[in-house]
């Protein structure tokens, strides 16, 4: 299957700094990324959808000035998380759909904590 | 709004026994649904995606039935190995992808 590549895997900040995190799709292009967040023991919730050359679209509650999202290119989304504080700590997955079939294939994921 | 329920939360079985993972949605008017794997700390790996128009898929040991006018999925994995222990997620795609809080599996030497 398609291959999406998510950096960094793990990432430990002091409270206060901004942290960005990438989501690429190495082999195929994806007009569509979309940002998970996934706290423990409980399903990915949607947090938004990126669109390569627009603005994100933010779920309900979703703080779009607090989770900053760009999607630069067909192959290429950053999620940035401001201002971080230790309630944002949590598991962020990506993912990014293939044209043809809808199928989604999933970064690893990143875990943030925040101290 | 969809809503996805899977049932048993939980489940472990000794090795060699088939596993029956349900999967429940509230919205029939569905592009696609599709079955994940997640290991504890890791991403999601796709396991099986079903078209709407499209009754069940296969994949190795792994069978996956779709009935959208009830709203239901089931995966079946044959022969269960301690390898298959993880948390197995549904997801449905309309407008958005909405995921199941998923079934943990346990599987005995």
């Known amino acids: 299957g398609a291959v999406v590549s998510q950096h960094p895997s793990w990432v430990i900040c002091k409270s206060g700094t901004s942290v960005k995190i990438e989501c690429r799709s190495l082999?195929?292009?994806?007009?569509?990324m979309f940002w998970y967040r996934q706290f423990p023991k409980q399903s990915l919730m949607l947090m938004a959808t990126?669109?390569?050359?627009?603005?994100?679209?933010?779920e309900q509650g979703v703080e779009k000035d607090k989770f900053l999202i760009n999607h630069a290119s067909l192959t290429l989304s950053t999620l940035t998380v401001t201002s971080a504080h230790p309630e944002d700590s949590s598991f962020y997955i990506c993912?990014?759909?293939?044209?043809?079939?809808?199928?989604?294939?999933f970064g690893e994921g990143s875990r943030l904590t925040v101290l | 709004k969809q809503e996805v329920t899977q049932i048993p939360a939980a489940l472990s079985v000794p090795e060699g026994e088939n596993l029956v993972l349900n999967c429940s949605f509230t919205d029939s008017a569905i592009y696609n649904l599709q079955w994940f794997r997640q290991d504890p700390g890791k991403g999601l790996t796709s396991l099986l995606l079903?078209?709407?128009?499209?009754r069940e898929q296969t994949s190795g040991r792994l069978n996956a039935s779709l009935d959208k006018s009830s709203g239901r999925s089931t995966l079946y994995i044959a022969a269960s190995q301690p390898g298959d222990s993880a948390t197995y997620l549904c997801a449905v795609s309309d407008y958005k992808l909405s995921f199941g809080a998923g079934t943990t599996v346990t599987v005995r030497a």
């Open positions: 079903i078209q709407s128009s499209q």
């Open positions: 082999d195929f292009q994806a007009t569509t």
């Open positions: 990126s669109n390569e050359g627009s603005k994100a679209t933010y």
């Open positions: 993912s990014a759909g293939t044209r043809n079939t809808g199928e989604l294939f």
